[in-house]
Structures are given as structure tokens and as C-alpha cells.
């Protein structure tokens, strides 16, 4: 079993993740919107004892990470390797200034929908991963994609079933990719990423070169924070035959089948 405290540690210390916080803070203090001054606001009191649980905090999200990673190796299994499935949905594309009001309690009921009907009897974890695509120094669209871990290994039915129904340029899907992955724990890591990168992707990318990750620019940062807050990673789990439970401060992973 994977030790995630020292694993976490390495990127994502309590110390990192309390500097972040004031970073974000002192950010967050010119923006003069109502809803922006509120985040700030919970974040300041933020402390041991009485979290905050803003979605836009750092602090809480690593609390949180590091209480459902070892539960979620467990729930996968160690020992089979896992299969990553990651999809974009045309829908999921989303313009400057639109993330906050997107409707992602709608995007995510659609997921489910599409994991139920391609593979019904699997167990799969992860969440929405949500990344500002660029292109150069010009920034694109938000891409608000799903990402998930599934349990031991794929037959062929229910893999044509996926690529069918996950087909990219279909009406369901932008882009889409499954691949076996080793039971590491920078995978689960992934699957439940709380930070809001820039990715930027070259037209001249090779198809096996991975995008670069970069800080937002203040501009897209407020606006990815107010999206946070409306949806903190504890509420954009994607789960397949698992649960998690509501409450920020216990999740508790299991399997319902
Ligand atoms: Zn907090």
C-alpha cells in the first residue's frame, strides 16, 4: 500500500499548500467582486480545528486528497493494473467568463449515465479535471474533462462498448483516450486533481508529447477559484459503483457492488 503522506508531501505539503492559500488570498483581495471577497473571506479564517472547505483552498483540498487516495488504491484493488479512460465532451468546451455559471451537475449525471450504459458490472473512481487549454500565448477555451481509474482489466465487449460511445467527434465526445496504467500513485493522484492548470497544446505535437502545465494568469486564476468554490472537488467526483459520502471532512470510499 502506497504511502500517501510522504508521496503528498514531495509536491503538496501542508507548508506549500499554506503558502498557496496566502498567495491566493493576497490575489483575491484586489478583485472587488462580492463573490471573490467572499472566498477570501473564508480562506483568511481557514485554521486547525475550523477548516474553511472552500473549494478554492488548498489547505482543504490536500486534507481532503490525502483521505480518500489511500481509500481509493484500496477500492481499486493493488494488485490488477487499472485502465485510465479520460474524455472531453463537445459541451465541456467553455468560453472566458463562462466556467462559473457552467452546469456541471448536469455534465456529471451525463458521465454516469454513459459509465452505467458501457460498462455496467465495473468499478471506476475518478473526477473532472478542469484545464484552461492555450495555444502559444493565447488562451484557448477551459476544457472541463472526466477522468477515471477502472478496476482490473477491460473486456473487449465492454472496451468496444466504450469506444463507441466515446467515439472523438461524435455528438458525445471531443476526445477521448483509454489506456492500461500501472497502480501508481501518481495516477490516483491525477484522477483527483484539485489544482487549475494552463495546458498549452502545440498544432505540432507529437501524438506521444504530453502538454505543458503552467500557473494560470491572474485573470483566469479569479475566475477558476469562483468556479472552485461553486464546485469543490469533494463535489465533482465521478463514480462508478462506488461512494463517497457528502461530508468534506470524512469521505469514505465503498464499493456498492
Ligand atoms: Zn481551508
Request: charged content about 25%; aromatic content about 10%.
Amino acid at each position: 500500500m502506497t504511502d500517501f503522506k510522504s508521496y503528498i508531501s514531495r509536491y503538496e505539503s501542508f507548508e506549500i499548500c499554506r503558502r498557496a492559500a496566502s498567495r491566493t488570498m493576497e490575489r483575491l483581495a484586489k478583485n472587488r467582486g462580492r463573490a471573490a471577497q467572499g472566498i477570501f473571506e473564508r480562506l483568511k479564517f481557514c485554521r486547525k480545528g475550523n477548516r474553511c472547505f472552500s473549494g478554492a483552498c488548498p489547505v482543504c483540498a490536500r486534507r481532503y486528497r490525502l483521505r480518500l487516495l489511500s481509500q481509493a488504491e484500496h477500492v481499486l484493488g493493488e494488485d490488477d493494473p487499472w485502465v485510465q479512460l479520460w474524455w472531453t465532451p463537445p459541451s465541456a468546451l467553455v468560453a472566458k467568463g463562462l466556467l462559473v455559471d457552467f452546469d456541471l451537475g448536469r455534465l456529471l449525471d451525463q458521465q454516469k449515465q454513459a459509465l452505467l450504459e458501457s460498462m455496467p458490472g465495473a468499478i471506476a473512481i475518478g473526477g473532472i479535471d478542469v484545464s484552461l487549454g492555450t495555444r502559444g500565448s493565447i488562451a484557448a477555451v477551459w476544457r472541463v474533462s472526466s477522468c477515471v481509474l477502472v478496476s482490473g482489466s477491460i473486456s473487449q465487449e465492454a472496451f468496444d462498448r466504450l469506444t463507441h460511445t466515446f467515439r472523438p467527434g461524435s455528438t458525445s465526445c471531443h476526445s477521448f483516450s483509454i489506456e492500461p496504467v500501472l497502480n501508481q500513485p501518481h495516477m490516483l493522484s491525477y484522477v483527483f486533481k484539485h489544482r487549475i492548470f494552463a495546458r498549452t497544446y502545440d498544432h505540432n505535437m507529437s501524438a506521444g508529447s504530453r502538454p505543458k502545465f503552467n500557473t494560470l494568469h491572474p485573470s483566469f486564476a479569479d475566475e477558476a477559484d469562483l468556479f472552485q468554490e461553486r464546485w469543490p472537488l469533494w463535489n465533482r467526483l465521478l463514480l462508478h459503483n462506488v461512494s463517497a459520502g457528502k461530508d468534506p471532512n470524512r469521505p469514505t470510499l465503498r464499493r456498492l457492488i
